[in-house]
């Protein structure tokens, strides 16, 4: 039996032959209270970690930087470096591992991945942590490709040809559709079809040209199973055509998709398009919220779980909507949801952050009492109500199209202490039900009032000056004390400057993205955002919303209400080194924004 740990963090990537080397050459060391394990200014020669007590780095003016407990490794840099900066003493008797140096330099050299734990550009490290950490999960729609699911060939067929060939191609090769050729246009017939076929009387000689559907979903080969069910699940569909290189080369069966992955997010889509009731809506919401918890304990991360919840979240949100609301008032009324429900980056329930934009000259007796029951109902789903009164029971959120353009006017030209929130709160919006062209002509509305006016823009990126970044001159963590426990703020510290940052820039350029790390790219492409920076404060925000998503759902175990504080000290070395590497990151695209927005002399 192995007497070294290499479950954890950089050990857990070694192959077997360096782990053979690791067990040959590892000592073990005790250490009593209060002794000096390295000193400043110390020559270091082995990387420790902790079997058990707690070890704490020290700086010369009595600081202390962290605090290593069990699985914990200590001081990587200064082994690299040559020695020691801060001093490392035991606050409770330690036994720890000590490594040789030439064997740690070794495994740098032989293994790139336990490498990217000492080297690697922050985006780099954060990547090199995400496949880490996928070695030892279940493999799951994020990692696996459409390509390792079951993809049936497909079975194409001409479109001069008829139904009732269809229905012999059908039996003959055991497939639930085929794909037809018609000139240069590609389509599908399925199984389905057949169903409408009979109910209008179309004759089985009817030609596949005249009863294919040609405006076919796809898929690329190489794109992940999630992707493909986030296609599934907003187009509330069963298969998509699989291509590569832009041509057809499969068909994806949602049934495969399924077994191939078996937590039924598809299923709760189909489960909240087919509720019939208030009620019924209110325990898939508690099927999504168990979803989270399943998704995420296997390694689902934070970015892409968001988005598929944003998408059942949609959907919960339509239906109920449609159940609660006459049909001319949904016809003539644009749901929407803003904030990081509209970004697409929450996860976690938080509070409701939604609007109802009303045709102009439309109104209905209902709309009131509709709008309340909407907001009641959200809080029996589980989204508490928002503090800030951001919702479609508030009048000031539910407005005409004439009057709510009237309030984006104020919000930019006659600002009140509210205007820049509502404001940024606006910009994130997306339609759930309803006429969406109501909020994209009030989205062009805003883009049309706002050219070229470099105040504005300048009075609205500084929002990202509110809340100072938690980290000090030397990458130590600054934490607050709440109830006796040190805290860190990760929506405030780190988060919430780089989604602002990336909207007040998506803003001035005029991207239609509503989602910050879809912001992100476009603006690298565009030349707008420089790429490495770019690069590294996107992953800088995933592993802050990871850790955020991992902090909320031990606290919902834990039966407390989740909210946006860590306690630095009871995270792995691993982790507080990213947390460290990812507010370095927020600091500096703070700058960036600085003088991009020429706020520095403002």
């Given at each position: 039996?192995s007497?070294f740990?290499?479950?954890?963090p950089p050990f857990?990537v070694?192959?077997?032959?360096?782990?053979?080397?690791?067990?040959?050459?590892v000592?073990?060391?005790?250490?009593?209270?209060?002794?000096?394990i390295l000193a400043?200014g110390?020559?270091?020669?082995?990387l420790y970690m902790?079997?058990?007590?707690i070890?704490r780095?020290v700086?010369?003016?009595g600081e202390i930087?962290?605090?290593?407990?069990?699985?914990?490794?200590?001081?990587?840099r200064a082994?690299?470096a040559?020695?020691?900066v801060?001093?490392?003493?035991?606050?409770?008797?330690?036994l720890v591992?000590?490594?040789p140096?030439?064997?740690v330099?070794?495994?740098?050299e032989s293994?790139p991945?336990f490498g990217a734990?000492?080297f690697?550009?922050?985006?780099?490290k954060?990547?090199?942590m995400?496949q880490?950490?996928?070695?030892r999960?279940?493999?799951?729609?994020?990692?696996?490709?459409?390509?390792e699911?079951?993809v049936?060939t497909p079975?194409?067929l001409?479109?001069a040809?008829t139904v009732?060939?269809?229905?012999q191609a059908?039996k003959?090769?055991r497939?639930k559709s085929?794909l037809v050729?018609a000139?240069e246009?590609?389509?599908i017939?399925?199984?389905?079809?057949?169903?409408?076929?009979?109910?209008?009387?179309?004759?089985?000689?009817?030609t596949?040209?005249d009863?294919?559907h040609f405006?076919?979903v796809?898929t690329d080969a190489?794109?992940?199973?999630?992707?493909?069910l986030?296609?599934?699940?907003?187009?509330n569909?069963?298969r998509?055509v699989v291509?590569?290189?832009?041509q057809?080369?499969?068909?994806?069966?949602?049934?495969?998709?399924l077994?191939?992955?078996?937590?039924?997010s598809?299923?709760?889509?189909?489960?909240?398009e087919?509720?019939?009731?208030l009620?019924?809506l209110?325990?898939v919401?508690?099927?999504i919220?168990?979803?989270v918890?399943?998704?995420?304990?296997?390694?689902?991360?934070a970015p892409?779980?968001a988005?598929?919840?944003?998408t059942?979240n949609?959907?919960?949100f339509a239906?109920?909507?449609k159940?609660i609301a006459?049909e001319?008032?949904?016809e003539n009324?644009c749901l929407?949801?803003?904030?990081?429900?509209?970004?697409?980056?929450?996860?976690?329930?938080?509070d409701q952050?939604?609007?109802l934009?009303?045709?102009?000259?439309f109104?209905h007796?209902?709309?009131?009492?509709?709008?309340a029951r909407?907001?009641?109902?959200l809080?029996?789903?589980?989204?508490?109500?928002?503090p800030?009164?951001?919702m479609?029971n508030n009048p000031?959120?539910?407005?005409?199209?004439g009057?709510?353009?009237d309030?984006l006017y104020?919000w930019v030209?006659?600002p009140?202490?509210?205007?820049?929130?509502n404001?940024a709160i606006?910009v994130?919006?997306?339609?759930?039900?309803?006429?969406a062209a109501?909020?994209?002509?009030a989205?062009?509305?805003?883009?049309s009032?706002?050219?070229d006016?470099?105040?504005?823009?300048?009075r609205?990126?500084r929002?990202i000056?509110q809340?100072?970044?938690?980290l000090?001159?030397?990458s130590q963590?600054?934490?607050k004390?709440q109830?006796g426990v040190?805290t860190?703020d990760?929506?405030?510290g780190?988060i919430?400057?780089i989604?602002h940052?990336?909207?007040?820039?998506?803003l001035e350029y005029?991207l239609?993205?509503s989602?910050?790390l879809?912001?992100?790219k476009l603006?690298?492409?565009?030349?707008n955002l420089e790429?490495?920076?770019g690069?590294?404060t996107?992953?800088?925000?995933g592993?802050?919303l990871e850790m955020r998503?991992?902090a909320?759902?031990?606290?919902?175990?834990n039966g407390k209400t989740?909210?946006?504080?860590?306690?630095?000290?009871?995270?792995?070395t691993?982790e507080?080194d990213?947390?460290?590497?990812?507010?370095?990151?927020?600091?500096?695209?703070?700058?960036t924004i600085r003088?991009?927005?020429?706020?520095?002399?403002?």
């Amino acid at each position: 039996m192995s007497r070294f740990d290499f479950l954890h963090p950089p050990f857990d990537v070694l192959t077997a032959g360096e782990r053979d080397q690791v067990e040959k050459a590892v000592d073990i060391v005790f250490h009593p209270n209060e002794d000096v394990i390295l000193a400043p200014g110390q020559s270091v020669d082995a990387l420790y970690m902790v079997i058990k007590g707690i070890v704490r780095e020290v700086s010369d003016d009595g600081e202390i930087i962290a605090v290593y407990h069990s699985n914990d490794t200590f001081d990587a840099r200064a082994l690299i470096a040559g020695q020691s900066v801060h001093r490392f003493e035991v606050r409770e008797e330690a036994l720890v591992f000590s490594l040789p140096k030439e064997l740690v330099m070794g495994l740098i050299e032989s293994n790139p991945v336990f490498g990217a734990f000492f080297f690697q550009s922050v985006s780099e490290k954060f990547s090199a942590m995400a496949q880490r950490s996928g070695n030892r999960e279940l493999q799951t729609l994020l990692t696996a490709t459409v390509r390792e699911a079951c993809v049936k060939t497909p079975v194409f067929l001409d479109g001069a040809q008829t139904v009732l060939d269809a229905a012999q191609a059908m039996k003959r090769h055991r497939a639930k559709s085929i794909l037809v050729r018609a000139g240069e246009r590609i389509g599908i017939f399925t199984a389905s079809d057949f169903r409408d076929i009979i109910l209008t009387g179309t004759p089985a000689s009817a030609t596949l040209a005249d009863t294919a559907h040609f405006n076919l979903v796809t898929t690329d080969a190489g794109d992940y199973l999630f992707n493909a069910l986030l296609t599934m699940t907003r187009h509330n569909i069963q298969r998509v055509v699989v291509t590569e290189n832009g041509q057809p080369i499969g068909v994806l069966e949602q049934i495969d998709l399924l077994s191939y992955f078996s937590n039924h997010s598809h299923l709760i889509a189909q489960q909240i398009e087919l509720a019939d009731s208030l009620d019924t809506l209110k325990s898939v919401a508690a099927q999504i919220d168990r979803l989270v918890g399943v998704l995420s304990s296997h390694g689902v991360k934070a970015p892409q779980l968001a988005r598929l919840v944003q998408t059942l979240n949609a959907q919960l949100f339509a239906r109920a909507w449609k159940l609660i609301a006459p049909e001319e008032l949904v016809e003539n009324s644009c749901l929407i949801v803003m904030g990081s429900e509209g970004r697409g980056e929450q996860i976690i329930k938080t509070d409701q952050d939604n609007a109802l934009i009303l045709r102009d000259g439309f109104n209905h007796p209902y709309l009131e009492d509709a709008c309340a029951r909407f907001s009641e109902a959200l809080i029996e789903f589980g989204y508490p109500l928002c503090p800030g009164q951001i919702m479609v029971n508030n009048p000031l959120w539910r407005k005409p199209q004439g009057e709510f353009q009237d309030q984006l006017y104020r919000w930019v030209y006659l600002p009140d202490a509210d205007a820049q929130m509502n404001l940024a709160i606006f910009v994130d919006a997306e339609a759930v039900a309803g006429d969406a062209a109501l909020l994209l002509q009030a989205k062009d509305y805003l883009r049309s009032i706002m050219s070229d006016d470099v105040g504005f823009f300048l009075r609205f990126a500084r929002a990202i000056e509110q809340f100072d970044t938690p980290l000090g001159l030397f990458s130590q963590l600054l934490t607050k004390s709440q109830g006796g426990v040190a805290t860190l703020d990760l929506k405030k510290g780190g988060i919430f400057p780089i989604v602002h940052g990336i909207r007040a820039m998506a803003l001035e350029y005029k991207l239609e993205a509503s989602n910050t790390l879809e912001r992100i790219k476009l603006l690298v492409d565009q030349g707008n955002l420089e790429s490495q920076l770019g690069h590294d404060t996107a992953e800088a925000l995933g592993f802050l919303l990871e850790m955020r998503l991992k902090a909320g759902l031990d606290m919902l175990a834990n039966g407390k209400t989740p909210s946006n504080q860590i306690q630095p000290d009871r995270l792995s070395t691993l982790e507080r080194d990213l947390l460290k590497d990812a507010l370095a990151v927020v600091k500096r695209f703070k700058t960036t924004i600085r003088h991009h927005f020429k706020m520095t002399g403002f």
